[in-house]
């Protein structure tokens, strides 16, 4: 953003609250596609293993002798060495070092540390990320919990502390996700390289993908739905505006678990988020990571905010063509100043849209366990209600 349009006093207001919390692993998805992958053991955890690798592509070689080969594992060399997406090849004997030649990842199931930790170490010698099945020791990676609409994929782990509770959570996830999102993805993939040509980056591409998303959720694809996307493009490409947009957001009284999902989804759209003081961090950690945020309450004890430059710094970003949150803590239709700050955007000519929030006053009330309007609490006039 041109400097010219920063208000005067942005730059000591600028702040970095944490844009992560801290996390116990890295969730990383790994292209597996055509590589070697080796499994050690005939058990049905490595069965499972092994048909989830073949899953992404995988040349999965698994190392067990006859006898150590279980019911799931025949099934699984039975129905063939071939599988939708990789191939099975299975060793007559034990792992040796030199399995490890070329491998991306190395999968064991052994019952005692001894072996564990030679397989382990054989592994590391090699340079090969290595995880021994419900040994979390001798674990570099893990395998999560799996919501599969591939291309989309959700996986979800606790750091072994508790299996049952991932599990649970892939269930509920699983109502959530529609079977059809599967189709939106593969088509989103298609036409990718399209919206690129057709659309720069900015507010017409975003505008493109989010009513690519609203579909994604309430509809199934239907045939010429291709075409109709591309004109679309083309609709948005021709009438292109280089202003943004501002929406007031109400935080509710602070717990992230307050929030509407029409607040959510401003916040994940948001380029730049201008909030209170009084805003928790678990409210900014739904944001979108690459929004920029900057603090504009006003606190005793540092230099504060005045309404005139927050007015001005939503019109500069607005005229910049960013999507700004006006983040506030309660209700902005019932406190701060949220009349004054739509009327100087509607005069500037910039789009605006307000969220409501919980108030405080609604949350207090339902905490205690009162109604607002319960007669015996509130304001004799409610009486005559």
Known sequence: MDALLLPRNERRLR???????????????FALEGRR?????????CAWKAEL??????????????????????????????????????????????????????????????DARSFFEAANAAGVPVNIIDKPVYCQFQFG???????VIVAIST????????????????????????????????IRDKVNARLKPGAARRAFWERFVDRAFQETPE???????????????????????VTLVGAGPGDAEHLTLKAVRALQAADVILFDGLVSDEVLELARR????????????????????????????ARAGKRVVRLQSGDPAIVGRSREEIARLEERGIAVDV???????????????????????????????
Not at 37 to 45: H, K, P, Q
Not at 145 to 151: T, W, Y
Not at 226 to 245: H, K, P, Q, S
Request: proline share 7%; aromatic share 4%.
């Open 37 to 45: 992958v080796v499994v050690a053991g005939g058990s049905d955890a």
């Open 223 to 245: 045939e010429g739905v291709e075409m109709r996307l591309v004109a679309e493009m083309d609709r948005l490409a021709a009438n292109r505006t280089d202003t943004g947009r």
């Open 159 to 190: 750091d072994g502390a508790a299996p049952i509770l991932a599990q649970a959570i892939r269930r509920r996830i699983e109502t959530l996700l529609p079977p059809v999102l599967k189709d939106w993805a593969s088509l989103a993939q298609a």
């Open 53 to 114: 690798l073949a899953a992404c592509g995988a040349e999965v070689h698994v190392y067990a002798p006859p006898e150590e080969i279980g019911e799931a594992c025949a099934r699984l060399f039975e129905a063939g060495s071939s599988h939708p997406g990789g191939r099975f090849t299975h060793h007559r004997e034990a792992w040796t070092k030199e399995a490890f030649a070329g491998a991306a990842l190395a999968i064991a199931d052994c019952e005692g540390d001894e």
């Open 145 to 151: 919990s799996i919501v599969n609409r591939s291309p």
């Open 15 to 29: 702040v970095d609250p944490p844009r992560m919390m801290p996390l116990a692993k890295l969730p990383v998805f």
């Open 290 to 317: 690459e929004a920029k945020r900057l603090l504009v309450g006003k606190r005793g004890g540092r230099a504060n905010c005045s309404h005139e430059d927050l007015n001005d710094m939503m019109v500069s970003w």
């Open 355 to 385: 969220v409501p929030g919980i108030a405080a006053a609604s949350a207090m009330a339902a905490r205690v366990c009162v109604p607002v309007g319960d007669r015996d609490h509130s304001d004799p006039i409610s009486r005559w209600a």
